[in-house]
């Protein structure tokens, strides 16, 4: 395995380390890993270091690096928003692995905010086959909106009635509420917040990307046990979605947002370096 730092970017901006197998034979497609929120490329407990050299025993290359302003990479000067720089950032990050490696189709993904980013390139790069997010959107049923009231009810049975109680005055205020929000939907841009799509506009892109030939990989662990709580809320989120069967989803109840745990970077590491194999495998590795 070679571990080599590379700079790369349309600033020679980027930042990363370049891991290639031993002896220089690698798979047709390559992994892209950075930043989770504002830890550096190595990930949460290291993690993208385990990933990329276990990928590299597989035979599969991967480039680590930090987002523009991140870690060890310097602020574009282009002056985009956060979530388009951090695409164009993937993009250059797939450019070099392409001209150096030869690798033209590419899996990526991560943890939260690296989920979101994942997704957005997937969304416009035909490059991408395969994506993998641990901790991204979620949407509540009926169901998850129960199991996560019945502790709060189960624990502070008078001040969740009570909460309860305020919560219905709000949905009887919900009208004025939405006017106030789209008086204020510019102060939101300004703060450059992520907002979490729709769940119609969420489900329109799995599906693009999902019919264009991209393998997805879910996992939900605790940590987001608020909005996902239950290890069938995906299939019952999308059930009219021709999509839900063809992504892979796992519940971890036992896994934190970071997996602090060794057992859980061990079981990430392990099913995604399987999943990455799967799709090496993959007869073609062009898009549909």
Not at 203 to 212: E, F, K, L, P, S
Request: one cysteine or more; proline letters at 4%.
């Amino acid at each position: 395995m070679s571990e080599i730092l590379v700079v790369f970017g349309s600033d020679r901006h980027l930042a990363g380390t370049l891991n290639l197998p031993e002896g220089g034979e690698t798979e047709p497609v390559g992994v892209l890993l950075y930043n989770a929120g504002v830890i550096s490329r190595m990930g949460p407990h290291r993690l993208n270091v385990k990933l990329a050299r276990d990928l590299s025993a597989r035979g599969v290359a991967s480039l680590r690096f930090d987002l523009s302003g991140q870690g060890d990479s310097r602020v574009c000067a282009q002056g985009h928003t956060f979530e388009r720089q951090a695409v164009l950032d993937l993009q250059a990050a797939m450019d070099h692995m392409e001209r150096i490696c030869n690798i033209k189709h590419f899996v990526v993904g991560g943890i939260c905010s690296g989920a979101h980013t994942g997704l957005a390139v997937a969304d416009i790069d035909p490059r991408v086959v395969g994506l993998w997010m641990v901790d991204g959107h979620a949407y509540p049923t009926l169901k998850s909106l129960w199991r996560r009231r019945i502790p709060q009810l189960t624990r502070r049975p008078l001040q969740t009635l009570l909460q309860w109680s305020k919560s219905l005055v709000g949905l009887a205020l919900f009208p004025l509420r939405r006017l106030m929000r789209r008086q204020n939907r510019h102060l939101a841009v300004l703060d450059m917040g992520r907002e979490t799509p729709s769940k119609e506009a969420f489900a329109n892109t799995m599906q693009t990307i999902v019919d264009r030939g991209v393998d997805v990989f879910m996992v939900y662990t605790a940590s987001v046990w608020w909005t996902y709580n239950y290890a069938g809320q995906w299939r019952d989120s999308f059930k009219d979605r021709a999509f839900v069967d063809q992504v892979r989803c796992e519940h971890l109840p036992e896994m934190d947002h970071t997996a602090t745990r060794l057992s859980s970077q061990r079981w990430l590491i392990d099913n995604l370096g399987k999943w990455v194999d799967n799709i090496c495998d993959r007869p073609q590795h062009t898009v549909w």
